[in-house]
């Protein structure tokens, strides 16, 4: 069988990150710089600081990731990219340099969604193949997508303001926790009781697969100011754990649900948000329960990583779907917007 090796950049958020994958599957090397201390002491990721950072490592990440692989540039067959959505500063450092690589190299290049990358680290060391439902947790989005083939996504619902991680990280950081809060808040609600508030669930009517998470984070500061104002004590570990039983509750119910209205007995999970050890727990519990069979990677390939994106240009690769020169940093750049989509309703 032929070697299809594509080099993976992802220059999207505050991950400098390079990959090397072979057929789609075997990730050969996953190079990753992550910019969190550099971000840490604003409490959220700075724009321009993540641009300047990504044009400082994205050389040596590049080299490191055919370096580990143990391969040259002539044994790549393809440099795959994320072009949006995303910081468009950031972004545009790993496409220009992906751009010069592949013309300098005379490889073709291919224009990567980062949610269909998301959707593809479930592809990684794994057989997973389409069709199944999706569900995608990161910092930046929320939604649940019918993958009907590995090129053909329906998105079925997404969140209306906040992503499930922005809560978490804006939650964190009203309980005085360090950003990124999603891993603090995982591992502070272990000590709390997930019982002790009754923080609101939002499910915009019967038969809806969008999300609201605003209004929760809302709950949560109100719970803190008015504990607050009547000088009453309060307990961060069950604050945590109550809050992520809310999340938890929405997505694990809406999965289900979607899985069951799209005919779909599979359910993948990704984004930094699948690392959640309730979530998955919960998952895990729900879907045997439905009969649904689950798969979540592991939690390496869960947050932002180029072999992800690697692994979704392999499926453009082999449908000789390649760009040109002219391809664009997109910001908010629609899944499916180059590929096929089905915009009909279940
Ligand atoms: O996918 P990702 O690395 O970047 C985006 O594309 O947004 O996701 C980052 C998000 C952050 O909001 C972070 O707090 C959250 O994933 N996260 C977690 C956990 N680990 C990371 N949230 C809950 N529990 C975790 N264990
Ligand atoms: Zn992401």
């Known amino acids: 069988m032929e070697k299809i090796r594509i080099l993976g950049i992802e220059t999207s958020c505050d991950e400098t990150s390079a990959a090397v994958v072979e057929n789609g599957r075997a990730a050969l090397s996953d190079v990753i710089y992550s910019q969190i201390e550099e971000h840490k002491k604003y409490g959220g990721v700075v724009p321009e600081i993540a641009s300047r950072r990504h044009i400082v490592k994205i050389d040596d990440v590049v080299a490191a990731a055919l370096d580990e692989a143990g391969l040259e540039l002539r044994d790549i067959s393809a440099v795959a990219v994320t072009h949006g959505p995303g910081l468009v500063g950031a972004l545009l450092v790993g496409l220009n340099f992906a751009k010069a690589m592949a013309y300098g190299a005379d490889l073709p290049l ?25 569900l995608i947790v990161s910092g ?16 079925l619902g997404k969140t209306l303001d906040d992503a499930a991680g ?27 009781n997930a019982n002790a508030i009754d923080f609101p669930r939002v499910w915009l009517g019967a038969g809806s697969f969008d999300f609201s998470f605003s209004g929760l984070k809302s ?13 009453r004590k309060v307990n961060p570990a069950d604050i945590a754990a109550s809050f992520q039983q809310a999340v938890v509750d929405v ?31 919960s998952l895990e519990k729900a879907c045997a329960a439905h009969g649904i069979v689950l798969h979540i990677p592991k939690p390496a390939y869960c947050t932002d990583n180029a072999a992800m994106i690697a692994a979704a240009g392999y499926y453009d690769y082999i449908k000789g779907r390649f760009d040109g020169p002219g391809l664009n940093a997109v910001p908010s750049l629609v899944l499916g917007e180059s590929n096929e989509i089905a915009k009909a309703t279940l």
């Open 251 to 281: 997505l694990v119910k809406k999965s289900i649900a979607a899985c069951q209205t799209a005919g779909c007995g599979k359910l993948a999970v990704a984004g930094g948000v699948a690392a959640n050890s309730h979530l998955r727990r």
């Open 110 to 134: 291919i224009g990567v969604h980062h949610i269909a990358g998301h959707i593809a680290s479930n592809y990684l060391e794994s057989d997973w193949r389409p069709p199944f439902v999706s």
């Open 166 to 192: 922005e809560a978490y990280d804006k939650v964190a950081r009203c309980l005085g926790l360090p950003y990124p809060g999603g891993l603090e808040i995982d591992r502070l609600a272990q000590a709390g």
């Open 219 to 231: 709950a949560v500061l109100n719970h803190l100011n008015s504990a607050k104002m009547g000088g």
């Open 140 to 155: 930046g989005h929320t939604q649940l997508i019918h993958v009907k083939d590995y090129d053909n996504f329906k998105i």
